[in-house]
């Protein structure tokens, strides 16, 4: 019979780089929405439209990246659901 190990946690760079990474996509997609609603919502001009979405991207890239670093920091040390799968494999055998 095989012996379940803890998983092992993800190192605090490992949670900053996933943070980082994960910002760049989700910052990326607040700022195409913001042009295109400030854009098409609006009588501002592109150059106008363009500091509003960048504005909040800037603002959205710090203050979501530090409340996902803790969420990544947090969800590191709960174990539930990390041996799932190799649990479930083993079953089936």
Same mark, same amino acid.
């Given at each position: 019979? !095989?012996?379940?190990?803890? *998983? !092992?946690?993800?190192? *605090?760079? =490992? @949670?900053?780089?996933?943070?980082?990474?994960? =910002?760049?996509?989700? &910052?990326?997609?607040?700022?195409?929405? @913001?042009?295109?609603?400030? $854009?098409? &919502?609006?009588?501002?001009?592109?150059?106008?439209?363009?500091?509003?979405?960048?504005?909040?991207? @800037?603002?959205?890239?710090?203050?979501?990246?530090?409340?996902?670093?803790?969420? !990544? $920091?947090?969800?590191?040390?709960?174990?539930?659901?990390? &041996?799932?799968?190799? =649990?479930?494999?083993?079953?089936?055998?």
């Amino acid at each position: 019979m !095989e012996k379940i190990t803890k *998983p !092992e946690k993800d190192s *605090p760079t =490992r @949670s900053v780089l996933k943070a980082i990474s994960w =910002r760049f996509v989700a &910052s990326g997609a607040t700022f195409i929405i @913001s042009f295109f609603v400030f $854009r098409y &919502s609006t009588d501002k001009t592109d150059t106008q439209v363009l500091k509003f979405a960048s504005a909040i991207a @800037s603002v959205d890239v710090v203050v979501k990246l530090i409340l996902y670093y803790l969420h !990544e $920091r947090l969800w590191t040390n709960i174990y539930w659901g990390k &041996s799932w799968y190799r =649990r479930n494999i083993r079953r089936k055998k």
